[in-house]
């Protein structure tokens, strides 16, 4: 019989995707999701993607001004389109809102933690970002690149209270593809990584800080437990 509680919740997973293709998250992420039960324990997924063009339930397909020859993947998150690729950060959250602290946790809740835990990984290499209200993600505080965005966030958020999708953190990327599309869609937008502002960093410690900053945030009563090597 489970001894889990909604104010004990199972400890949450970290689980090492590795470098993975966008589409093979996705539907490991909506299988994880439809297969969830009471008793699931919440998950952090980390994963680098190759190239890849990702659009939102809204997205106008017009902010991809020019994919080239990279792939453009339709999901079901929230948001406009943004890329993935190599050097980046990625991390899906998999949880359950209802098991926070005995009752549910609001989805702006969440993304504010989601935001914090951003931040926070960003403080930790001396660099300061902020939000911008109506616009989720991270974007710059200062400097040259004062208001560049260097972490997009887009989740989709079951009627029964279950996330997927997450956020994504720059760290050492080409950032070309950028340049290609609106992201977010924001004309003109600038993006930056953290190695365009003089932090040279492994893309696995950055990885490690995000995942740890993540269950800080996002934990309720419940230890991480972790790592795990896993494909699901």
């Known amino acids: 019989m489970s001894t889990s509680s909604p104010t004990q919740p199972p400890a949450i ?20 999701t439809d297969a969830r039960t009471a008793d699931s324990p919440d998950q952090l997924w980390i994963v680098e993607h190759p190239p890849v063009f990702t659009l939102g339930l809204a997205a106008d397909p017009a902010h991809i001004l020019h994919a080239h020859t990279i ?7 929230g948001g406009e389109v943004t890329y993935h690729g ?7 959250p998999l949880f359950d809102l209802r098991r926070q602290s005995g009752s549910r946790l609001l989805p702006r809740e969440f993304v504010t933690r989601i935001e914090q835990a951003v931040i926070d990984t960003l403080a930790a290499y001396n660099l ?11 974007y710059l505080a200062d400097g040259p690149w004062q208001g560049a965005k260097i972490a997009a966030l887009g989740l989709k958020i079951r009627g029964s209270g279950c996330t997927y999708h997450g956020v994504a953190l720059n760290v050492s990327m080409d950032l070309t593809p950028f340049s290609w599309i609106n992201p977010c869609g924001y004309a ?9 502002l003089g932090v040279q960093v492994p893309l696995a410690e ?5 995942a740890a900053n993540l269950t800080e945030q996002l934990k309720g009563q419940a230890a991480a437990k972790g790592p795990v090597s896993a494909t699901q």
């Open 188 to 196: 003109g937008l600038a993006t930056v990584d953290m190695q365009t």
């Open 128 to 138: 300061q970002g902020i939000r911008h209200a109506g616009a989720p993600g991270i």
């Open 13 to 32: 997973q970290i689980v090492g995707r590795g470098l993975e293709n966008y589409d093979v998250t996705f539907d490991a992420m909506r299988r994880f």
């Open 86 to 92: 190599p050097g980046q950060v990625v991390i899906y």
């Open 206 to 210: 950055v990885q490690q800080t995000l």
């Open 71 to 77: 792939p453009v993947v339709q999901t079901d998150r």
